[in-house]
């Protein structure tokens, strides 16, 4: 309102001292601009109370209404000051014909632009009403419209932006809900499987149907591997979740990379000796420090050895490669498994992903949680493990991000 006024008053001088400036007196300067500001000055307002009236009308309507008021005040000041000036009849003839041809042109282009405007709007509102939670993006048809204003064509962008923001996070949420419903099956079936056994053990035990010392050993220590196996499916299930919570708490400290890649192919040398792979670790002669959680990174190279023997067939091979650039640590784990299908690749990471339909235990020790922990592990640290398929197999890599004066 401020700078409306301030703009109102600045016109006015400027038309009172150009009137001056033309050759009028101070008093014919001063009634002129009077009687063409008093004049504007009620249409203004009438103009005003129409906007009022019309605030739920089309955004055309109100345009084409605000600018006839501007046309409407001017013609009104100028019969007025034509008036006062004692104009001949011909010559006011002639003003009233061209204010009736210039409003009838600035009309029908004040008409024009609004429609124009409106239909930008209506783009916009199209693009908000879009924005649908589902994730569905309607079809456009045919190549979008165009914008004719700067702030409508930002606003568009933004909710075209947003809308694609919506829609792939919607595509996460149903991907990592069908993990999690798939998840919970798998689960519950790698769950009632090992219990069932224990049971009917535990109830030949007790009700002494088998009494051989070497059978009751055997069952003895069968019900305590597959105790242990749900022990750790249940502790997978723990840390998971606080991954996914982001209530981890990593205790870092600096650390041998080629320490940390010498145990874990250590530990899981026995494993690949029982099921006849060949494990190897390659560790160049200049060592790489690494800020890390030790247990946690540990944790990582054995999901993915243990991932990696798991679908080895017998006689194939099983490499981990460490390297390291000025900016990150890498390590490489290599097997055999002959591939992962193209269409499978992205989903490696997902909840309880396994790469095939087979549930029995003896073919799994684990719910398919390894290379999602493996996953969250390396983001707590700030680094990323990727796949891909190579010529024998697949390569996991790990990338940890190094500190500057590494």
Same mark, same amino acid.
Request: charged share 20%.
């Given at each position: 309102m401020r700078v409306a006024l301030a703009v109102g008053g600045i016109g006015l001088a400027v038309a009172w001292l150009l009137a001056l400036a033309l050759g009028d007196s101070l008093a014919a300067a001063s009634e002129v601009v009077a009687l063409a500001a008093g004049a504007s000055l009620v249409l203004s307002l009438t103009g005003a109370g129409l906007m009022v009236r019309l605030r739920n009308r089309p955004l055309a309507v109100q345009i084409w209404v605000e600018v006839m008021t501007m046309m409407l005040g001017l013609a009104a000041g100028v019969v007025i000051a034509s008036w006062r000036m004692f104009l001949s009849p011909?010559?006011?003839?002639?003003?009233?014909?061209?204010?009736?041809?210039?409003?009838?042109?600035?009309?029908?282009?004040?008409?024009?632009?609004?429609?124009?405007?409106?239909?930008?709007?209506?783009?916009?509102?199209?693009?908000?009403?879009?924005?649908?939670?589902?994730?569905? #993006?309607?079809?456009?048809?045919?190549?979008?419209?165009?914008?004719?204003?700067?702030?409508?064509?930002?606003?568009?962008?933004?909710?075209?932006?947003?809308?694609?923001?919506?829609?792939?996070?919607?595509?996460?949420?149903?991907?990592?809900?069908?993990?999690?419903?798939?998840?919970?099956?798998?689960?519950?079936?790698?769950?009632?499987?090992?219990?069932?056994?224990?049971?009917?053990m535990s109830e030949a035990l007790e009700d002494g149907v088998v009494s051989d010392p070497d059978t009751v050993g055997r069952y003895h220590r069968t019900i305590r591997a597959e105790v242990e196996r749900l022990t750790g499916m249940v502790d997978d299930l723990f840390r998971l979740s606080r991954i996914h919570a982001g209530l981890i708490n990593l205790q870092v400290e600096p650390a041998s990379l080629s320490d940390l890649v010498s145990d874990a192919v250590s530990l899981a040398t026995p494993v690949a000796q029982a099921k006849g792979v060949r494990l190897t670790g390659q560790v160049p002669d200049g060592d790489v420090s690494v800020t890390l959680?030790?247990?946690?990174?540990?944790?990582?190279?054995?999901?993915?050895?243990?991932?990696?023997?798991?679908?080895?067939?017998?006689?194939?091979?099983?490499?981990?490669?460490?390297?390291?650039?000025?900016?990150?640590?890498?390590?490489?784990?290599?097997?055999?498994?002959?591939?992962?299908?193209?269409?499978?690749?992205?989903?490696?990471?997902?909840?309880?992903? #396994?790469?095939?339909?087979?549930?029995?235990?003896?073919?799994?020790?684990?719910?398919?949680?390894?290379?999602?922990?493996?996953?969250?592990?390396?983001?707590?640290?700030?680094?990323?493990?990727?796949?891909?398929?190579?010529?024998?197999?697949?390569?996991?890599?790990?990338?940890?991000?190094?500190?500057?004066?590494?």
């Open positions: 011909a010559d006011t003839k002639a003003v009233l014909v061209i204010l009736v041809a210039a409003g009838t042109v600035g009309s029908i282009t004040a008409l024009a632009m609004a429609t124009t405007l409106n239909r930008a709007v209506g783009v916009v509102a199209g693009l908000a009403a879009s924005l649908d939670q589902s994730g569905q #993006r309607p079809c456009q048809a045919g190549p979008p419209q165009p914008i004719p204003t700067r702030e409508l064509s930002m606003l568009a962008a933004q909710l075209s932006d947003l809308g694609d923001q919506l829609h792939a996070s919607a595509r996460r949420e149903r991907s990592l809900d069908a993990s999690r419903r798939e998840l919970v099956a798998w689960v519950s079936h790698d769950l009632r499987t090992p219990l069932a056994g224990i049971r009917a959680a030790i247990p946690e990174f540990l944790r990582v190279l054995r999901n993915l050895l243990d991932n990696a023997l798991r679908h080895t067939p017998e006689g194939g091979e099983v490499s981990v490669q460490m390297g390291a650039s000025p900016t990150e640590a890498v390590v490489a784990v290599r097997d055999g498994c002959g591939g992962i299908p193209e269409p499978e690749l992205g989903r490696v990471f997902e909840l309880g992903y #396994r790469g095939d339909s087979a549930r029995s235990p003896g073919s799994s020790k684990r719910a398919g949680l390894g290379l999602a922990i493996a996953q969250g592990l390396v983001s707590a640290h700030g680094g990323r493990l990727l796949v891909d398929n190579e010529a024998q197999g697949c390569c996991f890599t790990v990338h940890l991000p190094l500190p500057p004066d590494s």
